[in-house]
DNA sequence: GGCATATGATTCGGTCGCCGAATGATATGG
DNA sequence: CCATATCATTCGGCGACCGAATCATATGCC
């Protein structure tokens, strides 16, 4: 059990988790806004969009939005063609947060990959990717 | 972001056990019984014995072993030479639980890794009990 | 031996993150 | 122009977890 690499990954992934909120907490942030500012710094996109793209139901794009809002890190604007939407887009705050939990996330990856070699750690980044690819875990 | 290790760790892990949670559906069990069934299996534990491998509170487990006992996986004895602690055994049931879990798991990780050569998940599975290990993420 | 203090299990109340159903505004097709 | 669909939002609830309070038992100290 304790051997599988399902356990192995649930548990780590839990407890990375962890961890990375406690570097995020400074900042207001928790490790869920993180996707968002990522996915909005490509381009505004409405909250479904969103909702889709992490995993999420509206509703609970609807709290993260407003927690946003609330740090001035994203505007929401009606989306003039469809007044049903609301176009999320990144402030220059949130822009400028969005670089930090960058260099938080890249700190994050340095201790957790300590005790490996840089070859070990890519090897670990490529089969990660492909697994999630693969398995439709990670939206993309 | 999306490429760091951390990220995909915490994502696909979070994943990994949904995925799991589902399988063990059918048996009455989430995946944090079967952690509790696994360190169970080396021989009774006290209660906090039980909490601080697993990482939780004392009061979460009680939760856990309530269920357990619901359907006849545990016993809990007062352990005889300090009676304030309950040593947590496997009933035959929990035993044969045990064993299902366990094949579920491999089950799981099949699924998970069938994307990858059989080196690449042999690979993966070193490099993340070696994470674990350096990092203490996992309690030993 | 008797008492203060520590420790194990348990209970209880609260928090957090998530979901699903209901609501109101807006869009779209007949 | 109305029926129906879709987007954001609100609201109530659930599951997993924590921390404080409680009760029984153990242990150290006088």
Redesign the pocket.
Known sequence: MTDTVGFLLGKLGQQVNVRFAGRLAPLGL?P?HCAVLELLSGGPL????L?KAI????????????ELEQLDAIR?VRDA???????IELTPTGRELRHQTLSLARQNDEELLAAISPAEAAALRHTLGRIAAATGLIAK
Chains 1, 2 share one sequence.
């Not at 409405?46 to 969009?49: S, T």
Request: proline share 0%; hydrophobic share 45%.
């Open positions: 928790r869920r409405a909250q479904l969009e909702a995993g999420v139901t509206a509703s609970v794009v609807v709290d993260m939005l407003d929401r063609a469809d007044r049903r939407r609301q176009l």
